[in-house]
């Protein structure tokens, strides 16, 4: 059983598109993560949601958008994409409220590339 | 801001040897400050968490310091195989909560 999933695992596609990147986890977790990974290998946090709440949101252009229909599942949805958003964007959950006292178990990884 | 650095990009060490990464940081103590392992292609996986107030921990082959003074972390894996080869993270945790950075990475490779 995948503890964290995404989909799709592979994403081409034009600038201008608008696109999304879904998430489910089933580990019962109520905190769940957003990162992107540039071709330099940095992983920054992009958001966290505790139980459907928005609670981390750091400094993202506002054309990326999460959403969590149920604590179980974040999408991120990106508008009008541009060739700085070709990244590989991973999911991550936590247990309670999260924020770095517990560990994250990270999805697969969405390669997203913008042509 | 606070800034994070890990040792070397790479290191290349030789099987059974003591592989050491530090991770160094600038600024802010870290609440707690967390390791992870990431194979190409794939994501982070949990390694260990050490808090502010401690000063090892130990998993296995596994070994975590931490010194605040220093504001540094060593994490040291012992009797290496090349099955440990990857990238090793380290994370850092401040502010509540509210802040949580991840190092750049130290590429581990162990030669047979």
């Known amino acids: 059983d995948t503890a964290v999933s995404q989909t799709p695992k592979y994403l081409v596609t034009q600038m201008g598109n608008d696109k999304s990147i879904k998430c489910e986890q089933n580990l019962g977790h109520d905190t769940m993560y957003w990162y992107k990974q540039d071709s330099k290998k940095f992983l920054k946090i992009m958001f966290s949601?505790?139980?459907?709440?928005?609670?981390i949101n750091e400094t993202v252009p506002n054309r990326f958008s999460p959403k969590s229909p149920d604590k179980a599942h974040l999408n991120l949805h990106i508008n009008s994409l541009e060739l700085g958003d070709s990244a590989v964007y991973f999911c991550a959950s936590s247990q309670g409220r999260g924020l770095g006292g517990v560990e994250q178990f990270f999805g697969p990884g969405t390669r997203l590339t913008v042509l | 801001s606070q800034k994070i650095e890990q040792n070397s990009e790479a290191l290349n060490i030789q099987e059974g040897k003591t592989a050491t990464l530090t991770c160094n940081y600038t600024?802010?103590?870290?609440?707690?400050l967390q390791w992870y392992r990431q194979d190409p292609g794939r994501g982070p996986v949990f390694l260990l968490l050490?808090?502010?107030?401690?000063k090892e921990k130990r998993k296995e082959r596994l070994k975590v310091t931490f010194d605040t003074t220093l504001k540094q972390s060593l994490f040291h894996i012992t009797a290496s195989q090349p099955a440990d080869s990857a990238t090793y993270l380290c994370?850092?945790?401040?502010?509540?909560?509210?802040?949580?950075?991840f190092g750049p990475g130290t590429r581990l490779s162990v030669l047979p």
């Open positions: 600024n802010y103590s870290p609440a707690y």
């Open positions: 050490i808090r502010e107030n401690e």
């Open positions: 949601y505790n139980n459907k709440e928005l609670i």
């Open positions: 994370a850092l945790v401040w502010n509540y909560g509210q802040n949580f950075v």
